[in-house]
């Protein structure tokens, strides 16, 4: 049986501008390009399934780490006719800050996430500011709740969750980060998150300075290659060259929401 195709939808909730180069790439030349960040939270869906990936953040954490807020993510799904208190399967890629807020928006949905992950957001490495500073103790504490609750579901690696939906871990960027290869009318789509913030970082093989292992990024950026069906097919997790190279959802959502399941345009 051909497996059904899903659909990707990226909404954009957050931005910042004004990056010195050195805030994108390890070792950057301080005259060189500095993107801005987008913030995005995705969705996948088709006729028998849907999945909410990431949760992103809410006013207060914007506020708090100067970022500009657009949307409350949760609150956004209801443009795709969604609603977050009846999500049933959440994904989260890492649980830095901006991936993993809102929790409370999700009461039915089951986290999917690594073992990796949790063990770091919640083990020795915590005591280093360094390594700390992406993550926001009230989410960890929230997870940890949904842990007691039997609301996580831990994965080693790499999973299926359903034919067409795959999960790999690939750490780097985070211990426990994982990526997503989604099966589309185009073929094999990456939702990359953090295992690569920018087009430049897989690209040019240049690291990300937020990073917990530096071998196992560089190693992500060639899964990346291995698992998409070609580099046209790989959706880096903050590059605002995503919402230019995209089609939006329809044209209430020009520069909200775009459609990761058709080609993109010419960079
Ligand atoms: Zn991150
Ligand atoms: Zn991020």
């Not at 960890?140 to 609301?151: A, D, N, Q």
């Not at 299926?160 to 426990?176: D, N």
């Amino acid at each position: 049986m051909p497996i059904e195709p899903f659909e990707i939808l990226a909404i954009r909730y957050a931005h910042l501008g004004n990056r010195h180069p050195g805030e994108n790439l390890i070792l950057a030349d301080p005259h060189e390009f500095a993107s801005d960040l987008d913030y995005f939270v995705w969705v996948l869906r088709r006729v028998d399934c849907s999945f909410v990936v990431d949760t992103g953040f809410g006013k207060p954490a914007a506020a708090r780490r100067k970022r500009e807020w657009l949307r409350c993510p949760a609150e956004s799904l209801g443009l795709l006719g969604m609603d977050a208190a009846r999500v049933s399967d959440v994904i989260l890629t890492h649980m830095h800050y901006d991936h993993a807020g809102n929790l409370d928006r999700f009461p039915r949905a089951r986290f999917h996430l690594q073992d990796d992950e949790m063990a770091f957001a919640t083990g020795r490495c915590m005591c280093h500011q360094a390594m700390r500073a992406p993550f926001d103790l009230e989410n960890t504490l929230e997870m940890v709740r949904r842990v007691y609750s039997e609301k996580a579901v831990f994965h080693k690696g790499d999973a299926e969750l359903v034919p067409g939906l795959t999960l790999h871990r690939v750490g780097g960027h985070s211990a426990g980060l994982q990526i997503l290869r989604v099966w589309t009318r185009r073929g094999w789509v990456i939702v990359a998150s953090d295992a690569s913030h920018l087009y430049a970082n897989f690209e040019q093989g240049r690291c990300f300075p937020i990073v917990y292992n530096v071998a196992e990024m560089l190693e992500g950026f060639k899964l990346l290659y291995r698992l998409a069906d070609s580099p046209e097919h790989i959706v880096p997790g903050h590059d605002p060259l995503v919402m230019k190279s995209y089609p939006a959802a329809s044209p209430e959502l020009e520069d909200i929401v775009v459609r990761l399941a058709v080609p993109p345009s010419r960079r």
